[in-house]
T-cell receptor, first 110, second 113 residues
């Protein structure tokens, strides 16, 4: 089975940097995804890691360590619109099913 | 280019009733997955359809069933509704096993009273 853990809530200040951690225990691994979800809206794709290391995309970066079962999402130059839930999800070896963590609700304050 | 379209957006049903939710995938996508998202939780995988067949199933009872049509659209049916079935139901489409995962629809908010 799969078990994915991430903090429930985080608060950060506009313009700052925040790191959202995700740890996972899986029976198979074929990639880790981060999604952003604003309240009442669809999750939107942020990043994908399948090899160890850092993937950078503008203000967002994601890191993966497969040996440690660990990932983080790094958000720089925080903006008020970054207030949302951030979902960590792992794809196993069979098919395209994603197992999601409970999500981290990020509140950005002025 | 339309993304994933789900209908209806909101629905209220009575305990014991049956409900059908509909999903049209993003153009070019042939695989449809359904997820249930309870308030404040992450999405939980229900099942996935490809080539009109259920390919994978999560830990959901047989009350949850689905269908995929030749045009790749899909339906999710839930029988004998329980209060605990109240959730946001998300449809996600992909082109096979895409590196980029899914494109999600905005969901159907189901309330069982």
């Amino acid at each position: 089975g799969q078990n994915i853990d991430q903090p429930t809530e985080m608060t950060a200040t506009e313009g700052a940097i925040v790191q959202i951690n995700c740890t996972y225990q899986t029976s198979g691994f074929n990639g880790l995804f981060w999604y952003q979800q604003h309240a009442g809206e669809a999750p939107t794709f942020l990043s994908y890691n399948v090899l160890d290391g850092l993937e950078e995309k503008g203000r967002f970066s994601s890191f993966l360590s497969r040996s440690k079962g660990y990932s983080y999402l790094l958000l720089k130059e925080l903006q008020m619109k970054d207030s949302a839930s951030y979902l960590c999800a792992v794809r196993g070896n069979a098919g395209n099913m994603l197992t999601f963590g409970g999500g981290t609700r990020l509140m950005v304050k002025p | 280019d339309a993304g994933v379209t789900q209908s209806p957006t909101h629905l209220i049903k009575t305990r014991g009733q049956q409900v059908t939710l509909r999903c049209s995938p993003k153009s070019g996508h042939d695989t449809v997955s359904w997820y249930q998202q309870a308030l404040g939780q992450g999405p939980q995988f229900i099942f996935q359809y490809y080539e009109e067949e259920e390919r994978q199933r999560g830990n959901f009872p047989d009350r949850f069933s689905g269908h995929q049509f030749p045009n790749y659209s899909s339906e999710l049916n839930v029988n004998a509704l329980l209060l605990g079935d109240s959730a946001l139901y998300l449809c996600a489409s992909s082109e096979g096993t895409s590196r980029w995962g899914y494109t999600f629809g905005s969901g159907t908010r189901l309330t069982v009273v």
